[in-house]
């Protein structure tokens, strides 16, 4: 499965993306519409999106890297389907060729729901797996949701 790298998105794959987002993080960070979910996507106006399809050309993997502040930030969604074939895995290596340093949020508990009511399980072991480091005294604490910044750079020394 190949790596696909995008400058913008079609509205077939926004809308497939906005899904896998919905049905895949807690409830509260949802896109109640296309619309808010292109307003996501649209916020940064520096952004390149990498997709790994599967062999039905459905969507398997997604992962959008954007400049905000000066620093690459990255969302990353992979379908719960398609988990455990190292797909989040191989779109973090990919983005990691590409650029120095990747910044991201990740809720670091198990406190929050998925839209379907199951439990919202933490990806954070997955991202220190992956060389990332978390930051603790950085944390997103808004109306939504609580996550702390992780971070990865080249030469970083996670051992």
């Not at 696909?4 to 509205?11: E, G, H």
């Not at 599967?54 to 890297?65: C, R």
């Not at 340093?101 to 729901?113: E, M, P, T």
């Not at 944390?139 to 051992?159: E, M, N, T, Y």
Request: neutral net charge; hydrophobic residues 40%.
């Amino acid at each position: 499965m190949p790596i696909i790298t995008l400058n913008r998105l079609d509205t077939a794959q926004k809308v497939y993306i906005r899904q896998l987002w919905n049905s895949n993080f807690p409830a509260q960070l949802a896109h109640s519409t296309l619309a808010d979910f292109e307003a996501f996507l649209t916020r940064d106006p520096q952004r390149q999106h990498y997709l790994i399809l599967n062999t039905e050309g459905a969507i398997a993997g997604w992962m959008m890297v954007f400049d905000r502040k000066g620093e690459p930030w990255f969302s990353i969604i992979v379908d719960e389907r398609e988990q455990g074939q190292r797909i989040g895995s191989r779109l973090l290596e990919h983005a990691k060729t590409r650029h120095e340093a990747l910044n991201g949020w990740v809720v670091d508990h198990n406190d929050d729901f998925l839209s379907d009511g199951r439990p919202y399980q933490s990806p954070i072991a997955f991202y220190l797996k992956n060389g990332f480091v978390t930051v603790p005294h950085i944390r997103s604490q808004d109306l939504k949701i609580s996550c702390v910044k992780i971070h990865w750079h080249h030469g970083q020394d996670v051992s």
